[in-house]
């Protein structure tokens, strides 16, 4: 009983630290793609870095954010508001890596994979679990059928994705890849 308020309290420090993570994420999420669609729609200037003729990718950035949040993480160990300003630059340190996460498993590969797209919806909703989800110790029989019921409807709906991104894939996959070829150099 003793060390309940304890793990309450640090329950609740995580949870506002991953809701502030989940923020990074969203918005740079969000702000990455939208930049990217009026770069090659010729909306806004081309802003991509390239370093001899080879386009930077912002997945980049994001490899070096990490490395440089995970170092001051260990290293430094923060507290209060430097661990919360931590946690949201992690939040944009994932969403730019993940967000081109199809290109991790085909190297050369078009910016337009869905397995990026399946990478952020992965990510960002386990980080609404540990941003919102009740602490495992207060699960309740209600919190697991309603689990159990998520957890169907989002298979089920992952199945009916992946089924229209095949479908949609097709007719608009050559059309996508055309204008990512376009806006390069």
Same mark, same amino acid.
């Given at each position: 009983? +003793?060390?309940?308020?304890?793990?309450?309290?640090?329950?609740?420090? &995580?949870?506002?630290?991953? !809701?502030?993570?989940?923020?990074?994420?969203?918005?740079?999420?969000?702000?990455?793609?939208?930049?990217?669609?009026?770069?090659?729609?010729?909306?806004?200037?081309? @802003?991509?870095?390239?370093?001899?003729?080879? +386009?930077?990718? +912002?997945?980049?950035?994001?490899?070096?954010?990490?490395?440089?949040?995970?170092?001051?993480?260990?290293?430094?160990?923060?507290?209060? !508001?430097?661990?919360?300003?931590? &946690?949201?630059?992690?939040?944009?340190?994932?969403?730019?890596?993940?967000?081109?996460?199809?290109?991790?498993?085909?190297?050369?590969?078009?910016?337009?994979? !869905?397995?990026?797209?399946? &990478?952020?919806?992965?990510?960002?909703?386990? #980080?609404?679990?540990?941003?919102?989800?009740?602490? @495992?110790?207060?699960?309740?029989?209600? +919190?697991?059928? &309603?689990?159990?019921?998520? #957890?169907?409807?989002?298979?089920?709906?992952?199945?009916?994705?992946?089924?229209?991104?095949?479908?949609?894939?097709?007719?608009?996959?050559?059309?996508?890849?055309? #204008?990512?070829?376009?806006?390069?150099?």
């Amino acid at each position: 009983m +003793h060390g309940e308020p304890a793990c309450q309290a640090e329950t609740s420090a &995580a949870a506002a630290l991953g !809701r502030r993570t989940l923020f990074g994420f969203l918005v740079t999420f969000v702000l990455a793609r939208t930049l990217v669609l009026l770069i090659m729609a010729r909306r806004v200037p081309n @802003l991509y870095f390239f370093l001899s003729g080879t +386009h930077v990718h +912002h997945l980049n950035y994001g490899i070096f954010l990490l490395t440089g949040v995970g170092a001051y993480l260990l290293f430094g160990m923060p507290r209060g !508001r430097a661990l919360r300003i931590t &946690a949201l630059i992690y939040g944009v340190a994932l969403a730019l890596t993940f967000d081109e996460f199809g290109m991790w498993l085909h190297l050369g590969g078009s910016y337009w994979q !869905r397995a990026s797209i399946d &990478a952020v919806v992965v990510v960002a909703a386990l #980080l609404g679990l540990i941003a919102f989800a009740s602490a @495992l110790r207060r699960f309740e029989s209600r +919190h697991a059928i &309603a689990s159990l019921v998520l #957890l169907i409807v989002l298979v089920g709906f992952g199945l009916a994705l992946h089924d229209a991104a095949v479908r949609i894939g097709h007719v608009a996959g050559p059309r996508l890849e055309a #204008l990512e070829e376009a806006s390069s150099p």
